[in-house]
């Protein structure tokens, strides 16, 4: 006997009611998707859970992988038996040895998910309980505090028993939430606001604005190393590189220096809405915090967003530097994001940037700009990257090994 399935547990769907079903259905999706490279499983959804079946698969990467996918609350090594109360006792042992060495205490818990099962869950209990007991020496049951958790769950078909779950991602499966268009730089915040977006479900596209040759091809390079890791969340990313040094030049020219910032972030906002427009988009997501530098106080975000009639979704607007450093290093975006680079944003910009630009001001120096030719130039001159072969997700999970 030994753990053949993995039991899926997806918590926040349960609250969702009539939405339920197609949230299943597209979080099966999702997982089928991730777990394609590995051959040789079964993935199927049946009574409220999903299951992976494994027959002859080792159960460690297909593990690694499940924690990444949006959605999954947590999950279960399980070992799959017949109805028969022998089988269930023999499968507890076997699961209280795997976790030999740790465990000094066990429970039971037993729950009867088919009711037409004849031993109630009580009986259960006692009888696994009993029968562990009676096969292993220096172990005892403890019911409060134990150090073991065997749980036994009866369903219809089969019963699967189950010691520790593994946390889970959280949040909604991808595609469930409509797509938006996510600001990518190489910096620390963007990719840890694009990774917040999809854990509510979100689809992404992204988009970044590039300056040769003052930002070189390492620069881009970065930003899809970062779109990259991002795909392993179950993201299917295209990038948008929109080609930017006309516009920065224009703007050093003919704008005073203390709104060039304003003005370079109102083009950027004016390009991503054309963009997303163009794509279907519903709305555009950037990586500001609140206060954090000039360009992104209140006053320069309401400055900023004059220019869009597009939602700009701002995940990380309350938190602090360091909790969006913590999450980058936790979704595996800090080391690429520490990298040396050129941001296009500060290559040419003056310090003496306004940190309350007012609308008026922005819209009285824009008479200077020749937005609409900049920005149809910029959309005409847009490279699209398409990051998400089978052969990348094939090396990340070497890399993960
Ligand atoms: P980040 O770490 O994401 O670069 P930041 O704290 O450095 O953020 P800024 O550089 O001021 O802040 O950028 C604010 C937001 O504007 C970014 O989070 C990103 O969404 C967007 N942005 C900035 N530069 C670019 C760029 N070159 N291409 C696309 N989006 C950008
Ligand atoms: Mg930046």
Not at 146 to 171: H, L, N, S
């Given at each position: 006997?030994?753990?053949?399935?993995?039991?899926?547990?997806?918590?926040?769907?349960?609250?969702?009611?009539k939405n339920r079903v197609s949230f299943e259905k597209q979080l099966l999706a999702n997982i089928r998707h991730v777990l394609k490279p590995i051959q040789g499983l079964k993935v199927k959804r049946t009574f409220g859970r999903i299951v992976v079946e494994l027959f002859e698969v080792e159960p460690g990467p297909v593990v690694e992988l499940l924690k990444n996918i949006f959605g999954i609350h947590s999950f279960s090594l399980a070992i799959r038996v017949d109805h028969e109360v022998l089988d269930m006792q023999k499968a507890a042992l076997k699961a209280?040895?795997?976790?030999?060495?740790?465990?000094?205490?066990?429970?039971?818990?037993?729950?009867?998910?088919?009711?037409?099962?004849?031993?109630?869950?009580?009986?259960?209990?006692?009888?696994?309980?009993?029968?562990?007991?009676?096969?292993?020496?220096?172990?005892?049951?403890?019911?409060?505090?134990?150090?073991?958790?065997?749980?036994?769950?009866?369903?219809?078909?089969?019963?699967?028993?189950?010691?520790?779950?593994?946390?889970?991602?959280?949040?909604?499966?991808?595609?469930?939430?409509?797509?938006?268009?996510?600001?990518?730089?190489?910096?620390?915040?963007?990719?840890?606001?694009?990774?917040?977006?999809?854990?509510?479900?979100?689809?992404?596209?992204?988009?970044?604005?590039?300056?040769?040759?003052?930002?070189?091809?390492?620069?881009?390079?970065?930003?899809?190393?970062?779109?990259?890791?991002?795909?392993?969340?179950?993201?299917?990313?295209?990038?948008?590189?929109?080609?930017?040094?006309?516009?920065?030049?224009?703007?050093?020219?003919?704008?005073?220096?203390?709104?060039?910032?304003?003005?370079?972030?109102?083009?950027?906002?004016?390009?991503?809405?054309?963009?997303?427009?163009?794509?279907?988009?519903?709305?555009?997501?950037?990586?500001?915090?609140?206060?954090?530098?000039?360009?992104?106080?209140?006053?320069?975000?309401?400055?900023?967003?004059?220019?869009?009639?597009?939602?700009?979704?701002?995940?990380?607007?309350?938190?602090?530097?360091?909790?969006?450093?913590?999450?980058?290093?936790?979704?595996?975006?800090?080391?690429?994001?520490?990298?040396?680079?050129?941001?296009?944003?500060?290559?040419?910009?003056?310090?003496?940037?306004?940190?309350?630009?007012?609308?008026?001001?922005?819209?009285?120096?824009?008479?200077?700009?020749?937005?609409?030719?900049?920005?149809?130039?910029?959309?005409?001159?847009?490279?699209?990257?398409?990051?998400?072969?089978?052969?990348?997700?094939?090396?990340?999970?070497?890399?993960?090994?």
């Open positions: 006997m030994k753990y053949d399935h993995i039991l899926i547990r997806y918590g926040e769907l349960a609250l969702k009611g209280v040895q795997e976790s030999e060495g740790t465990a000094r205490t066990f429970k039971i818990v037993t729950r009867r998910a088919y009711k037409p099962f004849p031993i109630d869950s009580q009986t259960l209990n006692h009888k696994i309980g009993g029968y562990v007991l009676a096969n292993t020496e220096n172990l005892t049951v403890d019911v409060h505090n134990p150090d073991a958790t065997i749980r036994v769950e009866v369903r219809e078909t089969a019963a699967y028993i189950t010691t520790d779950a593994f946390k889970g991602a959280g949040g909604l499966p991808a595609g469930t939430s409509g797509k938006l268009l996510l600001m990518l730089s190489g910096g620390i915040d963007s990719p840890v606001a694009g990774y917040l977006a999809m854990k509510r479900g979100a689809d992404l596209e992204a988009i970044h604005f590039h300056s040769p040759p003052y930002t070189s091809e390492r620069a881009k390079q970065k930003v899809m190393d970062l779109v990259k890791r991002l795909n392993e969340f179950g993201g299917n990313i295209k990038l948008h590189i929109v080609p930017f040094t006309d516009i920065q030049t224009h703007i050093r020219d003919e704008a005073p220096s203390n709104f060039q910032m304003t003005i370079m972030r109102r083009m950027m906002m004016r390009i991503a809405t054309k963009v997303a427009e163009e794509k279907g988009l519903l709305a555009i997501a950037t990586g500001d915090s609140l206060g954090q530098v000039a360009s992104q106080t209140l006053h320069s975000i309401h400055t900023i967003n004059e220019v869009t009639n597009y939602p700009v979704i701002r995940p990380l607007i309350t938190m602090d530097k360091l909790e969006v450093m913590d999450l980058a290093k936790k979704i595996g975006t800090y080391e690429t994001s520490i990298l040396p680079y050129e941001d296009c944003c500060t290559i040419f910009l003056p310090p003496d940037s306004k940190t309350r630009p007012s609308r008026k001001h922005a819209n009285k120096f824009e008479q200077y700009i020749k937005v609409d030719h900049y920005v149809t130039q910029a959309v005409e001159g847009i490279e699209t990257l398409d990051l998400t072969k089978l052969d990348d997700v094939e090396q990340a999970i070497e890399d993960l090994f």
